[in-house]
T-cell receptor
Framework: DADVTQTPRNRITKTGKRIMLECSQT?????MYWYRQDPGLGLRLIYY???????NKGEISDGYSVSRQAQAKFSLSLESAIPNQTALYFC??????????FGPGTRLTVL | QKEVEQDPGPLSVPEGAIVSLNCTYS??????FMWYRQYSRKGPELLMY????GNKEDGRFTAQVDKSSKYISLFIRDSQPSDSATYLC??????????????????FGQGTTLQVKP
């Protein structure tokens, strides 16, 4: 079984809809991250969390929110989706020396 | 200027060639350097991890860090079609220590797309 799983894997939605992307991990890591990936822009950090009581904004947090329900679960929400949020979204966990382990990604399309 | 610069390519080589992938960076505080491989429609997977300067070898892959030049490289020997992927460099200043103010955030390069032709 994969160490980091994401659901859904693909999602098409309409402008203005609320969307939640979910991430679960079995690596036992405290640190979890949400990124988006766009062609030509690489990976950009949206939010990160050190534990269930700690949430931090990344470089592009506007329009997004997160919830850390448990050590193993970290969800990303788009409160009111807009077309420029169409991207590939990755969840990752953080190891002891800063290395990160990524999930398979969610491809989100906002029409 | 981006903190980490990486030529996006694409880079096309024949099977068996030696491949050199590179990143330059501007923040001298970076100490931890990583290379990730990302296949199409997949998440990045950690390929190599290096602390500070020096070389690290793992099979056909060698990671090299030159902190004096702020330059890191990944070499792939005897390249195979299965090596065709996007390679991302990543780096951080320190490991995350909770409450210390260190975030352990990784800064990624844009990624270089590699194609190895049979």
């Amino acid at each position: 079984d994969a160490d980091v799983t994401q659901t859904p894997r693909n999602r098409i939605t309409k402008t203005g809809k609320r969307i939640m992307l979910e991430c679960s991990q079995t690596k036992g890591h405290d640190r979890m991250y949400w990124y988006r990936q766009d062609p030509g822009l690489g990976l950009r950090l949206i939010y990160y969390s050190f534990d269930v009581k700690d949430i931090n904004k990344g470089e592009i947090s506007d329009g997004y929110s997160v919830s850390r329900q448990a050590q193993a679960k970290f969800s990303l929400s788009l409160e009111s989706a807009i077309p420029n949020q169409t991207a590939l979204y990755f969840c990752a966990t953080g190891g002891l020396v800063g290395e990160q382990f990524f999930g398979p990604g969610t491809r989100l399309t906002v029409l | 200027q981006k903190e980490v610069e990486q030529d996006p390519g694409p880079l096309s080589v024949p099977e068996g060639a030696i491949v050199s992938l590179n990143c330059t960076y501007s923040n001298s505080a970076f100490q931890y350097f990583m290379w990730y491989r990302q296949y199409s429609r997949k998440g990045p997977e950690l390929l190599m991890y290096t602390y500070s300067s020096g070389n690290k070898e793992d099979g056909r892959f060698t990671a090299q860090v030159d902190k004096s030049s702020k330059y890191i490289s990944l070499f792939i020997r005897d390249s195979q079609p299965s090596d065709s992927a996007t390679y991302l460099c990543a780096m951080s200043t320190t490991p995350t220590v909770y409450g210390s103010g260190n975030t352990g955030k990784l800064i990624f390069g844009q990624g270089t797309t590699l194609q190895v032709k049979p």
